[in-house]
């Protein structure tokens, strides 16, 4: 069969990479296209037609700042996909565009996949009733999201977590800190985001937690669709080290973490590293998101097991002194460290056991020789 694959950002290229070898193994015969990055190009053995560093835009006002560019992806993957006439699109995330092209490929009479369900829950429920009619099968990676689509009389497949295969599967490097000139002392790992927005509004304050930690390094994990000159433009004359396509690695031997909310959040906590989650956008977009979202926490973590597990420090609170207390207390506080390792407990035993990949494939192909 015949696959068009879209993943717009960096997890859902990991994630789309992982879909993909499953689905070479369930249909030998499988051929892809791919908008995605370059995990999905490797595992495909076909260049990306369109790469995610040219399709992340996050937040209002980021987004209408680049419709024109949104619009003319759009427009050009349209026209691919009538051109390559795949037997199923796949969808990984990335609502603003994916339920355009869902909305697309449905009118075209082509079956519509989407693994990673839009974040619906979580403001303007009502987009529901749009999936429902474009959307032929929903897989969804989190355990509450089943039982909010059955309140919407909607059936969807819960397939567990890919952040568990991908660790899973990840083989660590013994060697991380020789390899990357680190030496013996406690690191604090610094997560500011795969997202260009994210950095520039993040990055500032946590460079200054060198500061506040002389007994430890501080350690950036860096984006791959980004290169080093983005990240020293805000670590300055910091002696603050970046390692590119190591997170997991990096996490494995952090002391604590300052995460960027979003997937980062769950890995970090899947590893069983102590973090303080944080977050800040533009005024005008965080002003709106209040108005609209509907939960009651940002980070993963937290609302999956539905209650404070982990610190959020969001915008006017994301500041270099609050996230260094915040990073004193899970160092230096054995008690508090204690009870974010016991919630990660709570998270780990609802998140199942790893194979989300394989069993989504599965359903893929058992749908489309169904139909």
Not at 51 to 71: D, P, Q, Y
Request: charged share 25%; with cysteine.
């Amino acid at each position: 069969m015949r696959y068009y694959i879209i993943a717009g950002e960096t997890s859902g290229d990991l994630h789309g990479a992982n879909l993909i070898k499953s689905l070479k193994k369930e249909d030998p015969e499988a051929e892809f296209q791919i908008v995605g990055g370059d995990q999905m190009e490797a595992a495909a053995g076909v260049p990306v037609f369109i790469h995610t560093s040219e399709m992340a835009f996050m937040g209002f006002i980021e987004v209408l700042k680049n419709l024109r560019s949104i619009s003319k992806n759009l427009k050009k993957v349209k026209a691919d996909i009538q051109r390559y006439q795949p037997d199923t699109v796949i969808l990984i995330d990335f609502p603003g565009f994916n339920m355009k092209i869902a909305e697309f490929a449905k009118r075209l009479g082509i079956r519509v996949c989407y693994y990673i369900s839009p974040k619906i829950w979580a403001w303007n429920q009502k987009r529901v009733y749009k999936i429902k009619k474009v959307v032929d099968h929903m897989f969804c990676i989190l355990p509450f999201e089943v039982k909010f689509y059955k309140e919407f009389r909607y059936d969807v497949d819960y397939v567990g977590n890919p952040l568990l295969d991908a660790i899973s599967a990840y083989k660590f490097q013994p060697d991380f800190r020789e390899r990357n000139g680190l030496d013996q002392s406690p690191i604090i790992a610094l997560l500011p985001g795969s997202r260009k927005m994210e950095i520039e509004h993040l990055l500032p304050e946590m460079v200054g937690l060198y500061d506040r930690f002389p007994a430890h390094q501080i350690v950036i994990a860096g984006a791959p669709n980004f290169d080093l000159s983005l990240y020293q433009r805000y670590i300055g004359d910091y002696p603050i080290k970046v390692v590119f396509d190591q997170t997991y690695d990096l996490l494995k031997n952090a002391e604590a973490a300052a995460v960027t909310s979003g997937t980062a959040t769950l890995e970090t906590a899947l590893l069983r590293v102590p973090q303080v989650v944080v977050y800040k956008a533009n005024p005008i977009t965080v002003m709106i998101a209040r108005q609209v979202i509907k939960v009651q926490f940002i980070s993963l973590v937290n609302l999956i097991n539905n209650y404070l597990s982990v610190i959020e420090l969001i915008q006017q609170d994301c500041t270099t002194s609050n996230i260094g207390d915040e990073l004193g207390r899970l160092i230096a506080d054995p008690e508090h460290r204690a009870s974010v390792l016991e919630n990660y407990d709570v998270l780990i035993e609802k998140m199942g056991s790893p194979g989300a990949s394989e069993k989504t494939a599965k359903l893929i192909v058992e749908y489309m020789q169904g139909e």
